[in-house]
């Protein structure tokens, strides 16, 4: 139903309401944009630029650069999908926010990324709930240039249709969370990023590399899907894989026997330290300390 908005107050997503399809895809209606969004964007990428040499791995850096993501304004989808479909076959198509689990699967089996067309208030600027076209383009779409990066992602969106259909999505969605949204990447110059959830936050950016708070631990993948995460703060626990050949080595499997055994096993808490663990560094927690101080 249409919601009359004041013109000083306009909605966070003007897409909310947007024709849609049968597949939640809609038109991203680029020429829409106005000048204070594309400045918006331009400033969130300047201010993740700098920060990211250095902290980023070499393949997001390198794969900026391959496919010329706009600097200067928010990214048309059907520009950056022609540039990306010949590299790895995959796409850019835009959706009014979050899809239903069983269409998000579908499109990532389908080599479709679905993004969230539109961009944060300018009051939202250093933090937003729902995933927006900054964090969606800006950190998960360069990596899709990475042909064994990609195939994980299709392959995570096969597997995404076996867990609902025997109903253990939970542990399934860890694995996106510490991997595809907060993972980091162990490369011969240190620790770097790859998570398009610390790609587009300055603040994460620092501190999943830099804090001494957090615990990273060497990848597992069945301690990763035991393992509850945070979702309105940093993260307690980051984990690091050696590459992204070796992340899609341990995932493409048949994961019936890893949920059959998850099902006798305990869920872990995002701070723990479990038995068997590869630690990086075992954090020492003194901000999750201090807010719940605070709090």
């Not at 201010?47 to 391959?66: F, H, I, T, V």
């Not at 010949?86 to 850019?92: A, D, E, H, K, R």
């Not at 990447?185 to 804090?211: H, K, M, W, Y």
Request: one cysteine or more; a negative charge; proline letters at 6%.
């Amino acid at each position: 139903m249409p919601t009359d908005h004041d013109a000083t107050h306009p909605p966070k997503n003007r897409y909310a309401n947007a024709p849609m399809r049968a597949d939640w895809t809609i038109d991203q209606d680029w020429s829409s944009y106005s000048a204070a969004e594309h400045d918006r964007w331009k400033r969130l990428s300047a201010r993740q630029l700098a920060l990211l040499p250095g902290r980023a791995c070499d393949d997001y850096l390198a794969a900026l650069e391959k496919l010329q993501l706009s600097q200067s304004g928010v990214p048309d989808f059907a520009e950056l999908s022609a540039r990306l479909a010949p590299l790895t076959g995959w796409s850019v198509v835009a959706v009014a926010g979050l899809v239903p689990d069983d269409v998000f699967f579908d499109h990532l089996a389908e080599r479709r990324f679905p993004a969230g067309a539109f961009i944060r208030p300018e009051a939202e600027l250093d933090y937003l709930e729902e995933p927006d076209v900054f964090h969606d383009v800006f950190g998960h779409v360069p990596l899709l240039a990475d042909p064994i990066y990609a195939r994980f992602l299709q392959a995570y969106g096969e597997g995404g249709r076996r867990a609902l259909a025997r109903g253990q999505l939970a542990e399934l969605a860890r694995l996106y969370w510490y991997t595809v949204e907060f993972g980091l990447v162990s490369t011969p110059a240190g620790l770097r990023i790859f998570g398009a959830g610390i790609l587009s936050s300055p603040a994460e950016s620092v501190f999943a590399l830099e804090d001494t708070s957090p615990n990273r631990i060497r990848f597992d993948l069945e301690r990763v899907m035991r393992t509850r995460y945070i979702i309105d703060d940093f993260q307690q626990s980051y984990f690091v894989v050696d590459s992204f050949q070796s992340l899609l080595d341990a995932c493409y499997q048949d994961f019936g026997p890893i949920y059959d055994r998850l099902t006798a096993q305990s869920t872990l808490e995002p701070h723990e330290i479990a038995p068997g663990d590869r630690i990086v560094a075992r954090g020492d927690f003194h901000y999750f300390r201090a807010k719940a101080n605070a709090a």
